[in-house]
């Protein structure tokens, strides 16, 4: 896939550059930034840009405002944030749109930098308003969109405002792109394992199914292996799973079965009675689980089972933490198998994103341990999938 990139941009000097980033970062209690890890991701970016004397405008979504202003979303103090790791002032504005922002605009100066309020904060947004859209595309004279996260996304930002200004990806929607390219060919490094993990089948189950010709292994923990354990008879006491996913994943096992391709079950588990920093956990077999324990995380066999079978993998693909990694207590099998991964030399490790790059990064494993950290969840899902994301498919060069 070859989309226009910044070495495709024929003047950027002087150049008011509208530019997408993912901002949506993870915050403590008094909205400061918790993680820059999807800031630091997009500094490259802008840092080419601004050296080259462009006039950067650069807008994000921050949370689920739902098309209202909600005071705690606002996005002044990652603005705050971004203008410390830039190193350089960063104008923050309280809209997205209207007179004063295009004042505001109109003063800029080369290499300056403004930031728009949380771009939710309209529902044209998400909505992809062509009205919105093009009032916003107004702002700049190019549109460079760096934010992969929210490349899934038909929203006006994403794609809406690339219908009325050229438009270019950034430096990491360049480099997500490149590294996840290659697992849609046929030739991938074998064996191929998947592991998915997290709560919702529905969310995984396009990329489970367009990939059961093509995988070798999939190994299921997390919430959604509770699912799964329905669908093969187990019970799973009072642990969460999704009741009206049962079917699906019993046809999903059954097709597996029929290709050839293992799927591997948690055999024990980490199971309390209540999910708290001090439950009383108990290592258990899934045959032992009754009443109102709740699996929380896989055991150290299975653990160790799933390591086994990375061991002679030649590509693993992970999305989804095995556990409730919020909690210490059931962080055992992801810090196992991602410990394990880290180390294996010689295959290719994509971590998908979202969740599964946030345990990784609380773990404290160095993210340059594995062959790529995707900086998108959901877009990295429907990346693998084989859709055409709306946020990429703008960007795409035309024969």
């Not at 004279?141 to 006006?156: C, K, L, P, Q």
Request: negative net charge; contains cysteine.
């Amino acid at each position: 896939m070859e989309i226009n990139t910044l070495k495709d941009i024929p003047e950027i000097k002087g150049k008011k550059i509208l530019l997408r980033v993912d901002f949506n970062v993870p915050r403590n209690d008094d909205g400061t930034v918790k993680d820059d890890s999807r800031i630091q991701a997009a500094l490259p970016t802008i840092k080419e840009l601004q050296s080259k004397g462009a006039r950067l405008i650069v807008m994000s979504h921050l949370g689920r405002p739902k098309g209202e202003i909600v005071e705690d979303l606002r996005v002044t103090k990652v603005a705050e944030y971004f203008a410390e790791v830039l190193g350089h002032p960063v104008k923050k504005l309280d809209e997205v749109i209207g007179v004063n922002v295009k004042k505001a605009v109109s003063a800029m100066k080369d290499g300056d930098v403004i930031m728009l309020e949380n771009t939710r904060f309209h529902a044209e947004e998400k909505s992809c308003d062509e009205k919105f859209a093009k009032e916003l595309a107004s702002l700049g004279e190019i549109f460079v969109n760096d934010a992969f996260g929210a490349a899934h996304r038909r929203h006006a930002s994403t794609a809406g405002v690339a219908e009325h200004l050229p438009s270019y990806g950034g430096f990491l929607m360049e480099k997500e792109i490149a590294a996840l390219s290659p697992l849609l060919e046929e030739d991938i490094a074998r064996p191929l394992v998947m592991i998915f993990g997290g709560a919702k089948v529905d969310t995984k189950v396009g990329v489970i199914k367009s990939f059961i010709e093509k995988a070798d292994y999939f190994l299921i923990g997390g919430a959604i292996a509770n699912t799964f354990l329905k669908a093969a008879g187990h019970e799973v006491g009072e642990s969460l799973y999704e009741e009206d996913k049962v079917k699906l994943a019993r046809e999903i096992m059954m097709e597996c079965e029929k290709m050839k391709t293992d799927i591997i079950l948690p055999h024990d588990v980490v199971a309390a009675s209540k999910i708290s920093e001090d439950a009383e956990t108990a290592h258990v077999t899934i045959s032992d689980i009754l009443g109102d324990m709740k699996i929380l995380d896989i055991g150290k066999w299975t653990a160790e089972k799933f390591c086994n079978i990375i061991d002679g993998a030649g590509t693993v693909i992970w999305n989804g933490p095995l556990g409730l990694t919020e909690i210490e207590a059931f962080q055992g099998g992801t810090e196992a198998v991602a410990n394990f991964l880290a180390k294996k030399q010689g295959i290719t490790s994509i971590i998908g994103g979202g969740d599964t790059a946030d345990a990784i990064k609380q773990l404290n494993i160095p993210p340059d341990a594995f062959t790529h950290i995707s900086t998108g969840g959901g877009a990295c899902l429907e990346f693998l999938e084989g859709k055409d994301l709306p946020g990429i498919a703008v960007l795409k060069k035309t024969k």
